[in-house]
């Protein structure tokens, strides 16, 4: 069936690189993507890549998807405090649009 | 402005009572999702709809009901069958793309916090 997984917890000092990784296991998946959520708010769109690139960079974001592993992670580079949040892992199945998400990775930012 | 608007934010339903959570876009999206989330779980599926008057069942339905009677609106009834309803309750919505390679990214509205009192 479908399942994303990721780690629960990171935490990491202001100026250093994170990464926050996930698994997922449908390989027709289409699309994946990243999205924030900030405490009792909804989520943002981060950013996403399609199944066809290996990786793809925007600004502090650096996405890397490895399809045969059925990998994806997430690295921000020079994490700020602001960039404390929970992070999660998504994706499409495109044959029923269904979006399923995996469990979310708190990050935390120390100064 | 467009977007995805959820009402209530903080709803307050009595044990056995049934409770339904508006969401409602002005996007022109086809697709919307019911998600529900509690600490450590991440996002759990309850329902998502394809299409007006269509809609299929996602891994935890059992205890909530929907309708998707007009494309902007998908409202979520919290049924008495609901053991455990207390919960954040994020509706999304996206448009399907015209093409297989076209990326619909799925905006969320701020939810709304159910407690059982």
């Known amino acids: 069936g479908e399942d994303v997984e990721q780690s629960l917890f990171l935490s990491v000092r202001e100026g250093d690189s994170s990464v926050i990784n996930c698994t997922y296991t449908d390989s027709s998946s289409t699309y994946l993507y990243w999205y924030k959520q900030e405490p009792g708010a909804g989520l943002q769109l981060l950013t996403y890549i399609f199944s066809n690139m290996d990786m793809k960079q925007d600004q502090r974001l650096t996405v890397l998807l490895n399809k045969k592993d059925k990998h994806l992670s997430l690295r921000i580079a020079d994490t700020q405090t602001g960039d404390s949040a929970i992070y999660f892992c998504?994706?499409?199945?495109?044959?029923?649009?269904?979006?399923?998400f995996g469990q979310g990775t708190e990050l935390s930012v120390k100064p | 402005d467009g977007g995805i608007t959820q009402s209530p934010k903080y709803l307050f339903r009595k044990e056995g009572q049934n409770v339904t959570l508006s969401c409602e876009q002005n996007?022109?999206?086809?697709?919307m999702y019911w998600y529900r989330q509690d600490p450590g779980q991440g996002l759990r599926l309850i329902y998502y709809?394809?299409?007006?008057?269509?809609?299929q069942k996602g891994d935890i339905a059992e205890g909530y009901s929907v309708s998707r009677e007009k494309k902007e609106s998908f409202p979520l009834t919290v049924t008495s069958a609901q053991k455990n309803p207390t919960a954040f309750y994020l509706c999304a919505s996206r448009s399907r793309g015209q093409t297989r390679v076209q990326n619909t990214e799925a905006f969320f509205g701020q939810g709304t916090r159910l407690t059982v009192v």
């Open positions: 709809s394809q299409i007006v008057n269509d809609f």
């Open positions: 996007l022109n999206h086809d697709a």
């Open positions: 998504a994706e499409i199945y495109n044959q029923g649009g269904k979006l399923i």
